[in-house]
């Protein structure tokens, strides 16, 4: 079965004659869509607006997934970034119209909105162009928006396809322990991978070729990341936003109160979790021999570690693709047919190689209501689990993609919650079939998991902040951005883990710092996990009327604010008893897990 993704779907290459026309196309929209809002009078303009917007997203998306495609597995692939430049040129040139049609809905009479908007067609968008309405009160002036979107092309676009490109080239020098410390060269990412190898020995050399690698690209990335979040601080204060939090929080469509709620849940719990990772590191010094008996916390390196019977935790791309199927199947047929088809149409790129980009993703092409997934698998049971994450983002995709294109822009912390309640589904699904002995190294796998999404994200969201706060200051050195990435996780894990052996490159390896559009590109991971625990929580009460009423909330999620989406499964996302009762259920796993690596068990 071939491992690389099929994209012809969408376009068979730069020379289809269909990218041509559609980028003649979009051209063509965009002016269109210029001349429109520059006449714009009426709410019959503003329905001719958002008809011309329709098209114009659809095959801007169509253009960009497909550049951004072979731009992710070959970050040297000359066309890919020609084609993304200009892409972002030309969206550019957009922002005047919608900048117009954002001061056109501000200045419509509150009570007379909703009328007008159905009264043209426009219902269904109802809540999309409130929204534009309220962020026009966040908006520079027309010739502003248009400077500042062609700016950033050259300025925070750029400086994130450097740090792709620098991250995908990116080698080390790998002294396997295996093959009496032969060294051999092998990518960051494969490199990253042996963190979730049996072999004690390889995790750490791995940990330490890994570490030595980055000086090579330090001094550019942080020449990135401090361009990227001076640009983001500077924008922000000229958009009238308190900060660039706040900024996330407005187009979260997310409330404060939300926030604040899910840290308090978060602080409180903490301990839990420094306890499970001081279990894993006396169960590893026990059966492994690891550091000073574990007395000192958990080694970064052996954070992903396997615990328990290593021979069940390896899997072949096969082995992996039927986990997921037939774990999806006993939850919903739907969503074992999605990932059927993703499988049986090559829509995964599976492997790590040289040029492509670190991590995974899901990226949805509306145009032809069809989702890609990239993979950097490597045969960890972590691995097959990321498989199932990215699928429940395909799942989702397929559930909104049957909504009106304008409406599938749904918020962060949405986007993370069906990705991770698949995850729950595959791992509740495997653990209800397995013994004691079976059962601990996917508890653990799930415990991984989490104590990433609540003490790591912990971490990450420190860290940006102090990166924001600083940067209005001075920009960072090398050495600021490893001592406030030390810190930040000396303050999330606490005694859980070993404060000598930390990692304080982790912000150069982790694309989400980079992303100038999406600042705080963590707290939606803690936000989507803790929902999706809720979410089984509602599932396991009643599992006939769930499924429904699941995709509802999912079609749902671009059509009102997080806190109306989720109330449509009654849940209160600004009470912090819903997220402590979340967190409740991971605790039970840590029990679990505590229970199992005893000494004396």
Known sequence: MPHEWNLSDIYTGFDDPALARDFAALATWAKDMEGTAAALQSMADVATLVRQLEQYTAVLDRLESFSYFIFSTDTAHAQAQKYLYQLDALNAETSRAQVRLAAFLAGCEAGDFDALIAQHGLGDYAYRLGHMAREHTHMMSENEETLAAHLANTGSAAWNMLQNRLVSQLTCQYADPTQDGAVRTIGINECRNLAYSPHAAVRRVAYEAELAAYPHMAESSAAALNAIKGEVNLLCKLRNFASPLARTLFDSAMTQKTLDALFAAIDANVGAFRGYLKAKARYLARTTGGEAGGQNGLPFYDLFAPVGDASGTEYTWEQAQKFVIDNFAKFSPAMADVARQSFDKNWIDVLPREGKVSGAYCGDIYAVKQFRILLNFGGSLGDAITLAHELGHGYHAMQIMQEGILNTDYPMPLAETASTFCEMIVTHAALGTMGDDEKLPLLENSLQDATQVILDIYSRFLFEQHVFNTRQDHPLSVDELKEAMLQAQRTAYGDGLDADKLHPYMWAIKPH??????????????????????????????????????????????????????????????????????????KESIKEFETLTKEDK
């Not at 079609?555 to 806190?563: L, Q, W």
């Open 513 to 586: 710092y980079y992303y100038a559009g999406a600042s705080y590109y963590n707290f939606p991971y803690a936000f989507g996990h803790l929902l999706a625990s809720g979410l089984y929580k509602i599932y396991e009460a009643d599992p006939a009327a769930f499924g429904a009423k699941y995709d509802a909330f999912l079609r749902a999620a671009g059509k009102m604010p997080i806190a109306e989406s989720c109330a449509l499964l009654g849940i209160d996302v600004e009470d912090v008893a819903f997220w402590n009762g979340a967190l409740d259920v991971i």
